[in-house]
């Protein structure tokens, strides 16, 4: 049995702080393979930003069945190219520019919103975004969710059209898992439509990263509509 000078010094070692400094912490997106690092973390479900009790109206439009296990990729493709994936990709392609303004760019986002729920879910998310960032990284103010992300990947040095590139998987990977837990559709085949997107997922980062503010628009009608009938859904699974 330990003396009892020996325990006293014991607990005393266990019960140090230990300090992290934010200057640590920073340093892990210098370069472009620890920028990587740090994207997939911003990016990963685990990454505590409340995606998964969203749907920007797909759950609607499946319990109408306007969206089925055949026709989810049409959905997701006109999504991806026309709506709100579209001007999510602008947002944040003009968000990472040097001399970007921001707080306009917030109010952009917002005006972009077409239904209550949609202005929600990305206030409500672009605040958690930050607010983590803030904790593990560097102070980030909280915005729109596209607008957050954008202004937190700006200093890293990677391509504008990957880091749009690897938001746009994540949003399509939430969507799809919304539609696993919602249609007969099982995971796998979930992962199927994810990778048969990837070449759409690219053509449209590559556009969105050369694009301006006349570039954000949307015109996907049925989509929105979906989206504000999900506001008066007496039974639903999501938030949106």
């Given amino acids: 049995m330990a003396a009892p000078s020996d325990?006293?010094?014991?607990t005393a070692t266990i019960t140090t702080p230990v300090t992290i400094t934010a200057t640590a912490m920073t340093i892990i997106t210098t370069t472009p393979e620890a920028a990587r690092l740090r994207l997939a973390q911003y990016l990963s479900p685990a990454f505590p930003v409340g995606g998964f009790a969203w749907s920007q109206g797909l759950e609607h439009a499946m319990d109408r069945h306007a969206v089925t296990r055949s026709t989810l990729t049409v959905w997701l493709t006109d999504w991806l190219e026309h709506g709100a994936?579209?001007?999510?990709?602008?947002?944040?392609?003009l968000s990472l520019h040097d001399d970007a303004d921001h707080a306009?760019?917030?109010?952009l986002a917002r005006a972009s919103c077409l239904t209550s729920e949609r202005l929600t879910e990305t206030l409500e998310q672009g605040a958690a975004f930050a607010a983590n960032v803030s904790a593990i990284?560097?102070?980030?103010?909280?915005?729109?969710?596209?607008?957050?992300f954008g202004r937190a990947c700006?200093?890293?040095?990677?391509?504008r059209t990957e880091l749009i590139a690897a938001w746009l998987q994540a949003q399509a990977a939430a969507l799809i898992s919304a539609a696993v837990r919602f249609l007969p559709l099982g995971p796998?085949?979930?992962?199927a439509m994810l990778a048969a997107l990837?070449?759409?997922?690219?053509?449209?980062?590559?556009?969105?990263?050369?694009?301006s503010h006349t570039d954000l628009h949307s015109a996907t009608w049925g989509a929105d509509i979906a989206?504000?009938?999900?506001?008066t859904m007496q039974t639903r699974i999501f938030r949106s």
Avoid at 188 to 191: C, L, M, N
Avoid at 198 to 211: E, F, H, V, W
């Fill in 85 to 93: 994936g579209w001007t999510d990709a602008v947002l944040i392609a």
């Fill in 7 to 10: 325990m006293i010094t014991a």
């Fill in 104 to 107: 306009g760019l917030d109010d």
């Fill in 198 to 211: 990837q070449p759409a997922i690219l053509r449209t980062a590559a556009r969105a990263a050369a694009a």
């Fill in 188 to 191: 796998v085949e979930g992962q």
């Fill in 137 to 148: 990284d560097r102070p980030l103010p909280p915005s729109a969710l596209p607008v957050a």
């Fill in 227 to 231: 989206a504000m009938c999900h506001e």
């Fill in 154 to 159: 700006a200093a890293m040095p990677l391509p």
